[in-house]
């Protein structure tokens, strides 16, 4: 059995390593005109009254001749609509800023909306809590210049906070970005994120957008991730992880806002093809052994113990290589004790989260 669960921390440790060797930040030069292509940049918001002076402020100074902005307003009960109303009015850029209303209930309905509406053949979209890099746009257009590619997908990363839960989100982050990086470069994506993501209209409308999932809260992303990537094939996902294309969303400020946010991501596992949902529970089945090596001490107290060391040791370092990896790369320096307290705490909460996915039960923006 200790023989065995060496194996297993082996396994998990070359898996980290060879996931952190597809981690390649590529430069785009930033001189790169994309004015040629008509852009529609799609952001939904609900009670986002206090965030969208940060999100609004990094939109304008984006470097891009033209861009239509379709703000869509999924029923906020707060003051965000005249908060933006007064920002698009005093605004002297040279951007298309449209606020509606959203047809439906979600964030897929008033997404759908956008579209229905967007004049671009190119769609990006984001969300109301985050704040682009001036030369987002060069970044994430840089792909579909070759006719084949239909969606791009880029990293998402939480700023703000210096106590140990902030950086803990930070390297969870870290993971979803360095497993969505490697699948979409080995030809089997399995996820993105809606904050940063850019696909063809035309793509969307031949997959016929979010038909199927509409009923499921979450996953405006990933459906349409997987959608795209059987009607035109894994070649025509790209993903883009350079510093000029990182968009930062705000960290969840307490854990159980934190539970929320994830739970509400893992719950749509469930609706994904067999495939799909077993390289999902994959990083969950790892987390488990983690959890039982710890029984290895009632099996023989001494070697036990001392496997145990050595699996934890395994685990650590591989998750501060890899995980720092990615950090790194977007100018993030953590000291390996927070990977440590990271490691230990983090497969108690995947669990959790798991657990709490499979009942189907969570809140989320007052729902």
């Known amino acids: 059995m200790i023989t065995l669960a060496l194996f297993v921390g082996i396994v998990y440790a070359v898996s980290l390593l060879l996931l952190a060797t597809e981690w390649k ?33 990094s939109i304008e100074q984006l470097d891009v001749e033209h861009l239509q902005v379709v703000w869509i307003n999924d029923h906020s009960e707060d003051y965000s609509v005249e908060r933006l109303s007064a920002l698009v009015e005093k605004s002297t850029s040279r951007f298309d800023h449209l606020i509606i209303e959203s047809k439906g209930k979600g964030k897929k309905a008033a997404l759908e909306s956008g579209i229905q509406i967007a ?4 769609i990006l979209t984001t969300d109301s809590d985050c704040v682009l890099p001036r030369f987002w746009l060069q970044e994430m257009l840089h ?24 950086k803990f989100q930070q390297i969870d982050w870290a993971s979803i970005l360095l497993v969505s990086n490697f699948s979409i470069r080995r030809g089997q994506p399995l996820m993105c994120s809606g904050a940063n993501l850019a696909y063809r209209k035309n793509a969307f409308i031949a997959v016929n957008g979010y038909a199927g999932n509409r009923e499921v809260a979450s996953g405006d992303d990933e459906f349409l991730l997987k959608k795209i990537t059987a009607k035109y094939g894994s070649s ?48 969950a089945i790892f987390q488990l052994f983690w959890l039982s090596s710890f029984f290895l001490t009632f099996i023989d107290f001494t070697n036990g113990l001392i496997a145990l060391g050595i699996l934890w040791s395994l685990k650590i370092f591989s998750e501060w290589i890899a995980l720092g990896k990615v950090l790194k790369s977007f100018k993030y320096e953590l000291p390996i004790q927070i990977y440590l307290k990271t490691s230990l705490i983090h497969p108690f909460y995947v669990i959790y989260t798991v657990v709490k996915a499979l009942k189907g039960k969570y809140k989320w923006k007052g729902r």
Not at 119 to 122: S, V
Not at 249 to 265: C, I, M, N
């Open 119 to 122: 004049l671009g053949e190119i």
């Open 236 to 283: 025509a996902v790209s993903y883009r992880n350079g510093l000029d294309c990182l968009v930062l969303t705000k960290p969840q400020t307490d854990w159980k806002s934190l539970f929320e946010q994830r739970v509400r991501w893992a719950s749509k596992w469930k609706y994904h093809d067999t495939n799909h949902a077993f390289s999902s529970f994959i990083p």
């Open 143 to 166: 792909d579909f210049q070759n006719s084949e590619i239909q969606l791009i997908s880029g990293p998402v990363m939480t700023k703000g906070g210096d106590s140990f839960f902030y």
């Open 25 to 57: 930040s590529e430069l785009v030069n930033p001189s790169t005109n994309s004015s040629h292509q008509s852009l529609s940049l799609l952001i939904p918001f609900r009670n986002e009254a206090d965030n969208l002076l940060r999100i609004f402020t």
